[in-house]
């Protein structure tokens, strides 16, 4: 399901001092199993060194159109790739792209590609706001050209403004998204809640749980992954992940947050997946100034809304969304817990984890699930990382949506 596996990229890499980063986004798309091919303009050459993008690939780097194969290559790069990205693209190689020049390897190879093409500009001083850099830019763009930053910051020389490379995680999540499009989620509207809500007490105090949000987050990716369109709505222990690359994100604090979040998307999304811990209880008055010590409080606690619930009352007048998937996280008599709360909440499927063990639930990266259907099917999955087990819903929401 990872789009970027076994694809053909090829990375061009022009002269600009952020030619150091690109060797960052060949070794993550290495890691990430794409087959990078990498090609320098003489100017990145003096930059960095093929060596570099060879030793990270392992694969050969291209740089002179004068090689005794080079001649070919280029046809041969061009024609194979699924995807072509530029990063750095110099002013100097946007001026070429743009005026269709063919002048060393990374140019012939651009001209002989049939795949999208996405380009990184990193330039500094101003250059990027000339206005034959915009010019460029635009006739780039009308040729279907997907131009990605650049960011505002500090740059070499230690000018501010427009001109900085983006980032390798987010050049490499923009590939993952443009990979992912036409998949079996394409066209759908994923609505994903993860991490735990948090219920103040007083204004420094609040009753919170143990998630971390990362299964919610594994699964907003994964259905990104199937070129869905996906809304993410983040509980406040999820704060500090990092957004999955082109999904909406909302980040909310307390239950009552969550469920107008939820609710307001619910009615337009195709599925919702509600990974989130929401508090089940919160204080029933939250204390206007801080508790003092010497005051021990009574706290008393109320019910929170159950979204679940409410969801499965609007899709019975409305029948969206299509598909509901719950999670039950129990520390004991799972199955039993998981199947009532199928029935009860009118879901499609449900995902029962285990919490109090060490290597599945809250916190750690992998996760060991069963998945519940109604009229009692039931299937365990084996220890898996979060990102499987979400790979694992998504397959089986796939199915759901395609039943009807
Ligand atoms: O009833 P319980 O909280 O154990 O059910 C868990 C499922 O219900 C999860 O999918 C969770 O996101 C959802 N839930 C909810 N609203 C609540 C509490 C939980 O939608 N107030």
């Known amino acids: 399901m990872n789009p970027l596996q076994d694809k053909r990229i090829v990375l061009g890499v022009s002269g600009s001092v952020a030619a150091y980063k690109a060797a960052e986004l060949a070794s993550k798309l290495t890691q990430a199993k794409a087959q990078v091919d990498v090609v320098l303009s003489e100017g990145a050459e003096r930059f960095i060194s093929p060596l570099t993008f060879a030793s990270l690939t392992g694969r050969k780097a291209y740089s002179s159109l004068w090689d005794s194969d080079a001649h070919v290559v280029h046809v041969g790069l061009g024609e194979a790739a699924d995807l072509l990205v530029i990063a750095p693209c110099s002013a100097n190689t946007l001026a070429k792209l743009a005026t269709g020049q063919a002048d060393n390897l990374l140019t012939l190879t651009v001209l002989a590609a049939r795949c999208p093409v996405l380009v990184a500009p990193a330039m500094d001083g101003g250059m990027f706001e000339h206005p034959a850099t915009q010019a460029n830019i635009q006739t780039l763009r009308q040729r279907g050209v997907q131009v990605l930053g650049p960011a505002q ?123 989130a811990a929401v508090a089940d209880f919160r204080p029933r008055q939250v204390q206007p100034h801080k508790i003092k010590k010497n005051l021990l409080p009574q706290v008393e606690l109320e019910p929170t809304p159950d979204i679940l619930l409410a969801v499965a009352e609007q899709r019975r007048r409305i029948g969206w969304p299509a598909v509901v998937v719950g999670f039950a996280a129990e520390s004991q008599n799972l199955l039993e817990n998981a199947q009532d709360k199928l029935a009860r909440k009118g879901l499609s499927m449900i995902v029962a984890n285990q919490v109090g063990v060490p290597d599945a639930g809250f916190a750690v990266d992998t996760n060991r699930v069963s998945l519940l259907w109604p009229g009692g099917a039931v299937e365990h999955l084996p220890l898996l990382s979060k990102s499987e087990v979400a790979e694992e819903v998504l397959r089986r929401v796939v199915a759901l949506l395609a039943e009807g």
């Open 153 to 275: 910051g500090r740059m070499a020389s230690g000018l501010l403004g427009w001109g900085r490379m983006l980032e390798p995680a987010e050049i490499l999540g923009q590939l993952r998204l443009v990979l992912s499009r036409g998949g079996p989620l394409a066209g759908r509207h994923v609505l994903v809640s993860a991490g735990g809500t948090q219920e103040p007490l007083d204004p420094v105090r609040y009753l919170t749980n143990r998630s971390s949000g990362k299964q919610g987050f594994a699964l907003a990716q994964a259905a990104l992954d199937l070129g869905a369109q996906v809304s993410l709505v983040a509980g406040a222990t999820a704060a500090s992940l990092p957004t999955p690359y082109g999904a909406e994100r909302i980040d909310v604090d307390t239950a009552a947050q969550m469920a107008e979040a939820i609710l307001q998307r619910a009615g337009s999304a195709d599925v919702l997946i509600m990974a």
